[in-house]
């Protein structure tokens, strides 16, 4: 069972894989939320100031048709054929048509007002919901690939490590201590002496002795 604090990392290729995708949803998120942005910009920009603008102008130019239209038909009612009041329908026509133009102008502009507002308002409340998103884009993505980069790096150094330590210890030859060394050589004299012991008895014989004499020499020197 891996400790809690360390990392189980069963595949490093897995980790790349998983950087890379990272990085693909990254870049598309960070996309497809610009060209969101840049859209509802482009709308907000057209109902908050093109179309006030536009329907300004075209209701200046209503007020000036209808004065126009207006003095027409009045120019008209003043004249007389036979001593008798044209009826002047066309001017009357066209008057009628250009106050209508008027009044359609002036709805316009109460639209354009009203939606300017909602859509104000709705912009705003997807910019609320939208803002945690932007901000794992901007601050908590990045973040993460730093330190998914450094996992990698970190892992890949480790490996380079490992292998180098590896690889010397096989073209390095074997230091055992000159203790050890002592120890070794004794044990191997010690294991000739055995043998030529059990094929020669009296020199096991004498071995003994020796060995008894060897003690005593010793508990005096203690002594």
């Not at 945690?132 to 790096?153: F, G, H, T, Y």
């Not at 043998?195 to 003690?215: C, D, G, R, V, Y």
Request: glycine letters at 4%.
């Amino acid at each position: 069972m891996a400790n809690p604090g360390n990392a189980n990392v069963q595949s490093l290729d897995a980790l790349r894989d998983f950087r890379l995708a990272l990085v693909a949803f990254h870049e598309r998120a960070q996309t497809a939320m610009a060209e969101l942005r840049a859209k509802i910009d482009r709308t907000k920009g057209w109902i908050d100031q093109d179309r006030p603008l536009y329907w300004r102008e075209q209701q200046r130019r209503a007020y000036d048709e209808v004065t126009k239209t207006r003095i027409a038909y009045d120019l008209c009612r003043l004249r007389t054929v036979g001593g008798r009041h044209s009826e002047c329908i066309e001017e009357g026509v066209a008057k009628q048509r250009a106050k209508a133009r008027l009044e359609y102008c002036q709805q316009k502009i109460d639209a354009v007002r009203r939606w300017s507002v909602k859509v104000g308002q709705e912009v705003d409340d997807y910019r609320g919901r939208t803002g945690p998103m932007q901000r794992q884009l901007e601050e908590d993505v990045p973040n993460m690939l730093a330190k998914l980069s450094r996992m990698i790096d970190a892992i890949e150094g480790y490996a380079d490590v490992g292998i180098s330590t590896a690889n010397s210890m096989d073209s390095r030859p074997i230091r055992v201590p000159e203790t050890e060394t002592q120890a070794v050589a004794e044990r191997v004299t010690q294991i000739d002496l055995t043998a030529a012991t059990n094929s020669n008895p009296e020199l096991e014989q004498k071995m003994a002795e020796s060995e008894i004499t060897k003690k005593r020499v010793e508990n005096d020197n203690i002594r």
